[in-house]
């Protein structure tokens, strides 16, 4: 019993924790992040020119690929834009534009998305010009000697038909000659996702043979306004040769992450719901690095560095890169993986530790999803499944539990013959467990195995993009955000906001409702601190749960409800008493104060 009663308290002091961790500390940061970006939203729609940003220089860096010493950036979006002659981007997913200088995708907006659930709101926007303070692009070019003349970098000016426009069905053709002879040709495609393919034909009418360095990158001037979580990686990321590698922005402002002689693979950055990324030709070896640059403007870069090609004079040599600038749909990114042979490129989206129960229950949301619509029924679909799949488990874990209820009587008649002897005790406990042929721990199995399953499902339900903004019904729009309504101000009947570490929803209210049931389907613990915690954990992860996904609590109030059918059948067909009711009322009555009688 103090064992029992160590271990309990031990729970409930890590509740605590945990409890507090979210409201004294990750609430009061969101809201600060949530501030911070709706300042840098207005600051972005008001500001204006001041001084126009220089240019990168088309040096190499000893350790990787790309120019540096870029100026701070200043420049209004809309000057940023009129600055060089561009080609406009319009596709079913994608609009933007290519600047010419450079031949870099610094442009680009994503049609599918909006900043809000108000399909009103602005679209997503993915790469804005490096003369902005927000800059974000790709860019690709090459490293040169003297031989080879001015090569292909920031700053060159690459030529492009009158009036070409890059869509689906039309690539557009950009040609650049330098003063040694040699043409570089690039065409640039788009298909109806997020996937571009650059192919540089590159032609050497000189005296003298060339060789070349092809590199790209892709660079950002900031972090995403809302910092990640421990359990979504932001940041940089690719598979280099055949290994997995990510690094976190915090990591690689302290020290560059580099690798040499790599064949194969792809690097990028990705933030939770959008990526970047760059795959190069698979059968030349590269260098790559991940990098913070200071020097001027500050700015995050993942870039690479192929060996040196030769152009010998009369001759010319084609490379072919991909760049991936877009939102992570998982069909389209399992898609592109298969299509381009990219080696690992659903990694991309972060299914976690339990990657294969992860992507396994978003296709099987995702199959209920295109059936019936809604992202909120497939999950509902989704943990019947589930819940039946482990049935069997649930059945031993509550007929274990029944049996343990019919040796009550039996255990209390050891206690009261062994009295404080708790040596004896314990041994006469586990004899009679042999001889009834019970395992008291039998019931703790299928609750330890379903724990890779619930955090499988929040995983699914906080980092795919399919999630976000997915209504289910009523007042819920967007399963991915909390629930927005609150008991503080009546659910919305009083003109306040009520603030984060108070915020408790319907559905929060409505999961605390179905685990208080839950809990009452078993007796009473005798022991006193086992009934607090029996009392008080639906409350407390009542509050706890506020803040979570609205899909996650949707899913745990209904795998209550579940629960409890599922349990009193079991309890039902093992002539074991269904301990509800008698508890609800064991609850609500009112008990006598000490001087009443």
Same mark, same amino acid.
């Not at 090609?309 to 072919?320: F, H, M």
């Not at 990694?347 to 990657?355: A, M, N, S, V």
């Given at each position: ?29 969101? $809201? ?97 010009? @490096? ?123 302290? $020290? ?209 993009? $399919? ?79 506020? @803040? ?50």
């Amino acid at each position: 019993m103090q064992n029992n009663r160590n271990y309990f308290i031990a729970i409930a002091l890590s509740v605590l924790i945990v409890l507090g961790w979210q409201f004294l500390y990750m609430n009061p940061r969101i $809201e600060a992040q949530r501030k911070a970006e709706l300042a840098r939203k207005a600051a972005q729609q008001t500001e204006q020119v001041q001084t126009p940003a220089a240019g990168g220089t088309t040096t190499a860096q000893p350790s990787g690929a790309a120019p540096s010493g870029q100026a701070p950036a200043t420049t209004s979006l809309a000057d940023a834009l009129a600055k060089n002659p561009r080609v406009a981007i319009d596709t079913v997913s994608l609009a933007g534009s290519i600047n010419l200088a450079g031949a870099r995708l610094d442009d680009l907006r994503l049609k599918g998305y909006h900043e809000t659930v108000d399909d009103s709101s602005p679209i997503i926007t993915l790469f804005s010009p @490096s003369e902005t303070k927000d800059g974000y692009f790709s860019e690709i070019g090459y490293v040169g000697n003297d031989a080879t003349g001015t090569v292909p970098g920031p700053t060159t000016l690459w030529t492009a038909p009158e009036g070409a426009k890059l869509t689906e069905k039309t690539p557009v053709t950009l040609t650049y000659k330098n003063e040694k002879g040699l043409t570089f040709e690039r065409t640039i495609s788009v298909d109806e996702h997020y996937m571009f393919t650059v192919t540089d034909k590159v032609t050497n009418a000189g005296d003298a043979a060339a060789a070349l360095s092809s590199y790209g990158r892709v660079t950002r001037y900031n972090k995403p306004a809302v910092a990640s979580t421990y359990v979504l990686h932001e940041g940089f990321i690719g598979v280099i040769g055949d290994s997995l590698v990510e690094s976190k922005y915090t990591a690689v402002e302290e $020290e560059p992450v580099t690798h040499t002689a790599a064949k194969g693979g792809w690097l990028g950055i990705t933030d939770k719901y959008w990526a970047a990324t760059i795959i190069p030709p698979q059968q030349t070896p590269y260098d790559s690095r991940f990098s913070h640059f200071t020097d001027g403007q500050p700015r995050f870069q993942a870039d690479y560095k192929q060996e040196a090609v030769t152009v010998a004079p009369g001759q010319s040599i084609e490379l072919k890169n991909l760049v991936f600038a877009g939102a992570k749909e998982v069909p389209v990114i399992d898609g592109y993986e298969a299509t381009y042979q990219i080696p690992r490129f659903d990694r991309l989206i972060d299914w976690g530790w339990f990657y294969f129960i992860t992507k396994p229950m978003f296709k099987l949301m995702d199959f209920f999803f295109r059936y019936f619509g809604n992202f909120g029924v497939a999950i509902l679909l989704t943990t019947i499944v589930v819940k039946a799949l482990f049935f069997p488990l649930a059945s031993k874990q509550y007929a274990s539990m029944a049996n343990m209820k019919r040796m009550q009587p039996k255990m209390e008649e050891l206690k009261a013959k062994f009295g404080d002897d708790r040596m004896g005790l314990q041994q006469a406990t586990m004899q009679l467990y042999k001889d009834e042929k019970i395992n008291p721990i039998a019931g703790c199995w299928p609750i330890l195995l379903q724990i890779p399953v619930f955090f499988a499902l929040y995983k699914v339900i906080y980092i795919t993009i $399919e999630m976000r903004h997915a209504p289910f019904f009523g007042w819920i729009q967007d399963l991915s955000a909390p629930d927005p309504t609150s008991f503080i101000n009546l659910f919305g009947l009083l003109p306040f906001t009520a603030p984060t570490f108070l915020h408790l929803g319907v559905w929060p209210l409505i999961m605390g409702v179905t685990m208080f049931v839950q809990m009452r389907m078993n007796p009473t613990p005798p022991d006193p601190t086992q009934a607090m915690i029996f009392n008080w954990m639906p409350l407390v992860f009542t509050f706890m749960l506020a @803040s979570f996904p609205a899909g996650l609590v949707i899913y745990w109030a209904w795998n209550n409800t579940l629960s409890v059918l599922q349990q009193s059948v079991i309890m039902k067909r093992h002539g074991v008493k269904i301990e509800l009711f008698d508890n609800l009322k064991g609850f609500f009555k009112r008990k006598p104060a000490p001087n009443e009688k």
